[in-house]
């Protein structure tokens, strides 16, 4: 059956980090987020999360990310089968997977590859789900699988940390989010802004 869907590859413009040659070797598996730690040598420990089956299972030191996005580009809308992709940035140096680099897959938008190499997506190797895209410099971790005890309510109110600080590439949304974030053509603060359905408001700023 012919696929018909778009000929080029979807990368996420989103979160753009310049391709760079894969790391050597390795090498990666003793660095951050990879390099197995206890939880001693991590420090406090300010969220955990896991996969769908369990096998992956990670833990956060920064509570409030460095930011966080709603992002509908189709590369996005595609990788994840769903309408938008949440992502929340840390360091890679405050999160650290317990098992190390093991039950993970990757998948290369940039090289078309699953060998490790940066930008690389990452999920789990058994279950699949989704853990993050992993950039040069940061991890943009997809926080539904962040765990909170307690009930829902609860949860919802220690994710508000989490919480997206705007929509990026909303020119291509599936559907209208009404909630207030600003939201954006493309690029954070380098397109046009949007309201809620869409129409443009004004430039970039600055
Ligand atoms: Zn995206
Ligand atoms: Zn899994």
């Not at 833990?59 to 309408?83: D, F, S």
């Not at 093991?102 to 999920?123: A, R």
Request: glycine content about 8%; hydrophobic content about 25%.
């Amino acid at each position: 059956m012919a696929f018909t869907g778009p000929a080029e590859p979807l990368p996420c413009p989103g979160f753009p980090s310049k391709p760079s040659r894969s790391i050597q070797g390795e090498e990666w598996k003793h660095r951050p987020p990879y390099k197995i730690q206890t939880e001693a040598e991590f420090g406090p420990i300010k969220w955990r999360g896991k996969c769908l089956c369990g096998r992956v299972a990670y833990i956060l030191k920064r509570e409030k990310p460095l930011n966080a996005k709603y992002c509908h580009c189709r590369g996005c809308q595609v990788a994840h089968g769903a309408p938008l992709q949440w992502a929340t940035i840390f360091h890679k140096n405050e999160m650290s997977f317990i098992h190390g680099s093991s039950n993970l897959v990757f998948y290369s938008s940039t090289h078309k590859s699953q060998e490790y190499g940066l930008p690389t997506k990452v999920s789990c190797g058994n279950c699949r789900t989704p853990i993050m895209d992993e950039g040069r410099n940061v991890c943009l971790i997809f926080p539904q699988s962040i765990e909170v005890e307690g009930s829902n309510d609860e949860r919802r109110r220690k994710m508000e940390l989490l919480r997206p600080t705007c929509h990026i590439f909303y020119e291509s949304r599936m559907t209208d989010v009404p909630d207030g974030l600003p939201k954006w053509r493309g690029m954070e603060n380098d397109s046009d802004r949007l309201d809620g359905q869409g129409n443009r408001i004004d430039g970039p700023s600055q």
